[in-house]
Every structure is written in structure tokens, then in C-alpha cells.
């Protein structure tokens, strides 16, 4: 390409994306289709039109261009700007939005939502009120399976006085490794997993407020205790059984501790990981999962003392 031509795609590419300027800002943060479709026919009435355009009144004998949009073409060419498209480039809010719902998978909607609890989210939550968050989560947990086991792990389980987010884990004695190949592939999915259930029961209640992500095992999301309270930030993962208790200990932490615990496996010829402990053959080859039932196992296959969740914090 010659460099002739790059500069005429730049410039195109510069002139689309002012272009646009307006129209995603009604679209993004106002969430005013109405008007981000008349702002986007508008600018390609303009645009595709055999000769320039010499004023508002000649803009408005087409058709999609009304008074509003006449007024503002007017504007420009008589003081060479447009007083909202500076105001627009100078609105924070408007452009983290904006660049948010570049993300895939971010809409307007929740962008918009991540921006304005932003600062709620920036917030530590204190001990008291985690508490009342695990029960509240636990009390629905009850409710679809008394026998469903869920557990507030993160800063929260290691006795910490605040905590950045909530993390829960879920499993069920009958949800093996199995199961969750089974479910994976099958394409009934209209009951639900225990986690899809429980997210369920979560948002009914508005305990759930917005969703930033749901996958079969693992669900990240936005919740409030109360309209008192602020926004948090909770995440839930469901395990198969057998894994439960290596994933305990790996959400539970701290990240330091993990290192350390690892570490140690290494050492005594075993890989520890978020999933399972196996030993390492001579060939330095993992054998299968050994099976473990509670975080002591873990331990004891080890050799080390067992240290409590609140010990862990280092
Ligand atoms: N974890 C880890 N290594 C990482 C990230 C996380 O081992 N790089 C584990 C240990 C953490 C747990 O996951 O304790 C949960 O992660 P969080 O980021 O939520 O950390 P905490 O809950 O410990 O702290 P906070 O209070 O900031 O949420
Ligand atoms: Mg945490
Ligand atoms: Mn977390």
C-alpha cells in the first residue's frame, strides 16, 4: 500500500470514529437508541452526500435530518466545533463506558453498572457484614439441599478483620468429577447445576445484582446485602467432591500459603494444585489423584502439622 493511501485510511478511520463519537455516547451511557440511530443516519446522510454540506437548513431537506441535528450542523460551521462533542470527550464516566464495552462480553448495561459501583467495589467489606453475606448465601444453599455443602473461603475464612470480595465454594457428595464430565456434555441444561440453582434463588431474592460472568462451574458476579449497604463483589465455583478439599485450601490462601504448601509438596516428591495432590513417580511423571477427603489429608499425606485456616495468612 502506498503512503498515499495509508494516510487516506487513517484520516477515514479518524473521521469514523469522531463520527461515532455522539452516537455511542447516546448508546453507551445514556442508553438512548433513538437517539444514537438518528446521530449515526445523521453523519452518513453527510458523509455519502455528492457535495458538502453549506448549512443546517440544506441538511434538513433530508430525510432523517430534523431540527435538533440541523441546529448543531449549524453550529459547526459557523464556530468550526460542537459544544456537546466537547463536553462529551471531557466526560470520564462516558469514556471508561466506552472503553469497557470493547471487553467481549460487556454490554452497555453492565458496563455502565461496573462504572457507577466502581467505587463501591474499591471498598473492603467489613467482617460483619461477610457474615451476614454467608449466611444469607448459606440459608439459600439450605433451602434447594440441606445436604449441599458451601463454604465462604478467601481472606474471609482466614479470620481477616475485612476482605476485598467474596468467595464461595460448592460441591455435593453425588457431584463427582464424573458427573460434571456427564453434564458438560449433555444438552439438557434446562434444570440447572446446584451452582445454577442457587444463582437462581440469589437473584430472586436481589441479593445477586449483575452478572459478570456464568459458566458451568464458576460464577463471578456484583451483590448487595441490603439497599443500606454497597455493592460487593462475589465469585462461587462449584468442584467435583473429590477435588473439593485441595480447592478449600487453594481458595482459602493466602497466595503466600499456597506458595509455601506447594512448595513443601514438591519437596516431599508430591504436586499440589487447586484440583488434587499426586505423587510424582521417579520419572517425575504425576500418578493418579490421591484421594482426599477434608483439608488434614492434605496434611498428613505431607507430613506437615495441620494449620488451621486462620493460621494461613502468611
Ligand atoms: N489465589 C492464589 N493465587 C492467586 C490468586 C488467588 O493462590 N494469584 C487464592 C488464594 C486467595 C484466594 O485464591 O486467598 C482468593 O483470592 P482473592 O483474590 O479473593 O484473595 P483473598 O480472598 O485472599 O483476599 P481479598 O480479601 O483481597 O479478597
Ligand atoms: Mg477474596
Ligand atoms: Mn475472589
Avoid at 463519537?21 to 445523521?42: C, G, I, T
Avoid at 456537546?84 to 470493547?102: G, M, P, R
Wanted: charged share 30%; hydrophobic share 30%; glycine share 8%.
Amino acid at each position: 500500500r502506498s503512503l498515499a493511501e495509508e494516510c487516506r485510511r487513517t484520516y477515514l478511520r479518524t473521521q469514523n470514529w469522531e463520527r461515532d463519537k455522539l452516537s455511542n455516547y447516546e448508546k453507551n451511557k445514556n442508553r438512548n437508541l433513538f437517539k444514537f440511530k438518528a446521530y449515526r443516519k445523521a453523519a452518513d446522510l453527510i458523509k455519502t452526500h455528492p457535495t458538502p454540506i453549506k448549512s443546517g437548513k440544506q441538511a434538513k431537506e433530508m430525510n432523517g435530518i430534523g431540527d435538533k441535528i440541523a441546529k448543531k450542523i449549524d453550529e459547526i460551521l459557523t464556530t468550526g466545533s460542537l459544544k456537546k462533542l466537547c463536553e462529551v470527550k471531557q466526560d470520564d464516566e462516558a469514556n471508561s463506558i466506552n472503553e469497557l464495552t470493547k471487553i467481549s462480553g460487556v454490554g452497555p448495561a453492565l458496563a455502565k453498572k461496573l462504572v457507577s459501583t466502581f467505587e463501591d467495589l474499591e471498598l473492603r467489606i467489613p467482617r460483619a457484614e461477610m457474615l451476614q453475606l454467608e449466611e444469607l448465601v448459606l440459608s439459600e444453599a439450605k433451602k434447594i439441599d440441606p445436604d449441599l455443602i458451601a463454604t465462604a473461603c478467601g481472606s474471609f475464612r482466614r479470620g481477616a478483620s475485612s476482605s476485598g470480595d467474596i468467595d464461595f465454594l460448592l460441591t455435593h457428595q453425588t457431584f463427582t468429577e464424573e458427573t460434571r464430565a456427564r453434564e458438560a456434555k449433555s444438552k439438557d441444561k434446562k434444570k440447572g447445576n446446584h451452582l445454577d440453582q442457587l444463582i437462581t434463588r440469589l437473584k430472586n431474592c436481589g441479593f445477586i445484582t449483575d452478572v459478570i460472568s456464568h459458566g458451568q462451574l464458576k460464577f463471578m458476579g456484583i451483590c448487595k446485602l441490603d439497599s443500606s449497604q454497597h455493592h460487593r463483589r462475589i465469585d462461587f465455583q462449584l468442584i467435583p467432591f473429590e477435588q473439593y478439599y485441595c480447592g478449600l485450601i487453594h481458595f482459602t490462601g493466602s497466595d503466600l500459603f499456597n506458595i509455601y504448601l506447594r512448595g513443601e509438596a514438591h519437596k516431599q516428591g508430591f504436586i499440589l494444585n487447586e484440583y488434587s495432590l499426586r505423587p510424582l513417580g521417579s520419572t517425575g511423571v504425576p500418578g493418579e489423584p490421591l484421594p482426599v477427603t477434608s483439608e488434614e489429608d492434605v496434611f498428613d499425606y505431607l507430613g506437615i502439622e495441620y494449620k488451621g485456616p486462620t493460621e494461613r495468612s502468611h
